[in-house]
């Protein structure tokens, strides 16, 4: 189900940049769809989940169902309306978000020059974008209520929606509207709303569809509460960073926020893929050991979950880094991305190898962070959170005078590094995980498989001029070197003795 929410976001995207492009339209929108996405990545795969998941989790196994079932309508009563009111504020107010987020913009509006007509822009398309928390927040509450009771599809799914709701909004919105972003902003609003109406009679099949109540003092409540606002800074601070970088971008030249935000997004399919939904796994899975005091199966559990992003994550990091040019023509260099007088592709191509740096830090962070949330620690995340926030301010302000939006992005990786490498150190540093031995070898095994994919793609890429190719030839190619880099990497693998029981048993024994 995230394969396909994942496929339906590159359709999404190529959708808008066929329509917009890369020029100052795309900027906006894409500044403006930034916010709820990234609201999203906190609330539903971030700071709500590893804050709501533990607390459900324990209340299900010490008090069972009929506890799980007021905790949740005082929990969703609660959340629903301080949402409201948040959700309020924030259309009225999308001019000073627009302000605060855009200052570069704000600042060309204010002075009468420049790009303050984006400024203008931006603030009116919030306004339709921006009732996206209320959606998504109420989303992810009765998503992480499924998992909990083990029902991963229909949350994994719902996804699905935003991006459908997008592709037709653009579609059929966009004649009657004056600028293409209004289409797109509208099509926000619309996937929220039917995100959540999907979801509503899976909770009714669960016998968890309750009616809402106020229970701000509620213990579970307010154990949540305590949870969530430390949380905030700590499994989403890769995304608190994007949004830095989003500041800064806006002082940059027009497509530097397009360029970061298409790169971004090639990073994110085998992120969300692969990090993600691995966490969305394994959070509720830690939460029921710890509460049952089962330390070692939690240790095997990390360490799977580890070996799992190292199988994945280190083809996908060389993979794009290596065909992310034809990756970027086949999905985006058509329309308006394709009519500009500006390489596009390579910008964006430097964009994505920039990102790639820190793509398996990236999911390490979403593996490693609920190895807290679980004990229902949130203040070393913080700690450590705010700690790998300094550095990528620094490593922006090092890198970005230099070489740009790139400085931005690599600053980014860098970033996520320190974040990950932390995480880590703390968690063995209290005995909570160590990287096992079978997972050092295992490691090594993946490194030099993903050497000789990357040569073999390599080698075979350079021997075409695909650039002037018709489409359906480029998409030709592009799946062949898929092929190619399927079959060498797992072939190596395979020639090196490993096995799929390796990576599918949690418990994987030293002897493997």
């Known amino acids: 189900m995230t394969m396909i929410s994942r496929v339906l976001g590159l359709v999404r995207d190529a959708v808008v940049a066929n329509l917009l492009g890369a020029n100052a339209a795309a900027d906006v929108f ?3 769809n930034r916010i709820p996405n990234f609201l999203r990545r906190l609330f539903a795969e971030g700071a709500f989940a590893q804050a709501f998941v533990p607390v459900l989790s324990e209340i299900k196994e010490q008090q069972g169902d009929d506890a799980v079932r007021l905790f949740v309508a005082r929990a969703a009563g609660t959340l629903g309306t301080i949402l409201l009111v948040v959700t309020i504020v924030g259309v009225i107010g999308s001019p000073i978000i627009a302000a605060l987020f855009g200052a570069g913009w704000f600042v060309d509006w204010y002075q009468g020059t420049g790009e303050g007509d984006k400024f203008i822009l931006a603030s009116a398309l919030l306004k339709w974008t921006f009732p996206y928390l209320f959606f998504v927040s109420l ?3 009765s998503g992480a209520i499924l998992n909990v009771y083990n029902r991963f599809a229909v949350a994994a799914f719902t996804p699905v929606l935003l991006n459908v709701a997008i592709i037709s909004s653009a579609i059929y919105l966009h004649q009657y509207v004056s600028i293409g972003a209004y289409a797109l902003a509208i099509g926000v609003f619309i996937g929220g709303a039917v995100q959540l109406a999907f979801q509503l009679p899976f909770l009714y099949r669960a016998k ?10 509620d213990s ?11 949380a905030l800074f700590g499994v989403s601070v890769s995304q608190i960073n994007l949004f830095l970088d989003t500041v800064i971008a806006s002082f940059l030249v027009t497509g530097s926020i397009a360029w970061l935000y298409y790169a971004d997004r090639l990073i994110e399919f085998p992120l969300g893929l692969f990090g993600i939904g691995i966490a969305t796994v394994i959070l ?5 050991l710890h509460a049952g005091d089962k330390g070692s199966d939690f ?3 990390l360490d799977w979950g580890v070996r799992f992003v190292i199988f994945l994550g280190l083809p996908a990091m060389l993979g794009l880094m290596v065909i992310s040019p034809l990756i970027i023509t086949v999905l985006f260099d058509h329309g308006a991305f394709a009519s500009a007088e500006v390489d596009h592709v390579r910008a964006v191509s430097l964009g994505v190898a920039a990102y790639a740096v ?16 679980a004990r229902q620690d949130t203040r070393t995340p913080v700690r450590i959170g705010i700690i790998a926030m300094v550095l990528n301010m620094v490593f922006n302000l090092l890198l970005a005078p230099f070489i740009g939006y790139l400085g931005l992005a690599l600053a980014t990786a860098l970033s996520a590094t320190c974040n ?8 063995a540093k209290e005995q909570v995980y160590h990287f096992s031995k079978t997972s050092v070898i295992f490691t090594g095994k993946c490194l030099f498989a993903t050497a000789c994919m990357g040569a073999a793609v390599y080698a075979l890429q350079s021997q075409f001029m695909w650039q002037q190719w018709p489409f359906y030839e480029q998409i030709a190619l592009l799946a062949g070197l898929i092929f190619v880099a399927m079959s060498c990497y797992f072939g190596v693998l395979f020639i090196m003795g490993v096995r799929p029981s390796m990576i599918k048993n949690v418990a994987t024994t030293e002897s493997h």
């Open 358 to 373: 820190g793509l398996v830090s990236f999911m390490l962070i979403k593996v490693l962070a609920p190895g807290f949330y």
């Open 30 to 32: 894409l500044f403006a």
């Open 208 to 217: 968890m569809l309750v009616k809402p109540r106020w229970g701000w003092q």
């Open 420 to 427: 990950a490498l932390l995480l880590y150190r703390q968690l």
């Open 284 to 288: 509720p899975t830690l939460s029921k």
């Open 299 to 301: 240790q095997h559990t």
């Open 139 to 141: 989303v992810a509450l």
């Open 220 to 230: 579970g409540v307010v154990k949540v509460r305590k949870l969530m606002i430390p």
